[in-house]
Nanobody, 127 residues
Framework: QVQLQESGGGSVQAGGSLRLSCAAS????????MAWFRQAPGKEREAVAC????????YYADSVKGRFTISQDDAKNTVYLQMNNLKPEDTAMYYC????????????????????WGQGTQVTVSS
């Protein structure tokens, strides 16, 4: 059983930065792998960043490469999404997700069907 809680969303101007956090409460001995998704109104959910089978392996959507960084603190069971140079098109609800399988890429066939999801945190970027 895994419970996820996101925080850190807010409103910023274009070019600004935010850091999202996702605190995981994990009640099993199974290792879990984390990812960030986002969904803008009227759009499909999009995978933004994903962790591979080691903490050093990371994958990103093309739209955020070079601007977003996913990282994890195993001691705190927390995963972060550092977002720099934010753009209005980054406006969305951001969700963290967890699964017992890691990502091997960003395409859907390289990602697990994430089993656990947080409630989301809103990010709004104004121009």
């Amino acid at each position: 059983q895994v419970q996820l809680q996101e925080s850190g969303g807010g409103s910023v101007q274009a070019g600004g930065s935010l850091r999202l956090s996702c605190a995981a409460s994990i009640f099993t001995a199974t290792p879990y792998y984390m990812a960030w998704f986002r969904q803008a109104p009227g759009k499909e959910r999009e995978a933004v960043a994903c962790l591979g089978n080691t903490g050093e392996i990371t994958y990103y959507a093309d739209s955020v490469k070079g601007r977003f960084t996913i990282s994890q603190d195993d001691a705190k069971n927390t995963v972060y999404l550092q977002m720099n140079n934010l753009k209005p098109e980054d406006t969305a609800m951001y969700y963290c997700a967890a699964d017992s399988e890691p990502c091997y890429g960003m395409s859907w066939y390289y990602r697990p069907d994430f089993r656990y999801w947080g409630q989301g945190t809103q990010v709004t970027v104004s121009s």
